[in-house]
């Protein structure tokens, strides 16, 4: 059997723990391959996602551990980027010039009717709670049409 795990988060962005510490645990539990997605920079800050003045650190660091363990297993370098209508996406030039190995697309994120801000879907209750009622006139059903 082949075992893979392709949606890996870590102490750089909502994750807690070191990258090497993954993949160690994925070793050991017989893990062929393991991709790291962080959530990519927004353009706006946010507590969730890779600052922008730490994806550096975050590439760098997979580019030395995908070294030092090529014996041992198959690392892969992603970002799960955000989708922000004319913000954010994973066909921005600038994610595409970071050669990752792969991509996740998501939306975490939906433009509030009221506040012209950004709410989460899947972050804080408070806010999807405001989403539903506010933007979506107390009607659940229309923002998972969204």
Known sequence: MFKTNYHTHSKFCDGTGELEDYIISAINRGFDVLGFSGH?????????????????????????????????????????????????????????????DYIIGSVHLLKAKT????????????????????TFNEKAELLVKE
């Open 115 to 134: 506040t012209e801000g950004y709410l989460g879907i899947d972050y804080k209750k408070s806010e999807i709670e405001q989403l539903i009622n506010e």
């Open 40 to 100: 990519a920079p927004l353009p706006f800050e946010n507590d969730w996602t890779i600052p922008k003045s730490e994806l550096w650190n975050y590439l760098k660091e997979l580019t030395e551990l995908k070294i030092k363990y090529k014996n041992r297993i198959i690392i892969k370098t992603g970002l799960e980027i955000d989708y922000i209508d004319n913000l954010s996406g994973p066909n921005n030039q600038y994610f595409k010039d970071l050669h990752l």
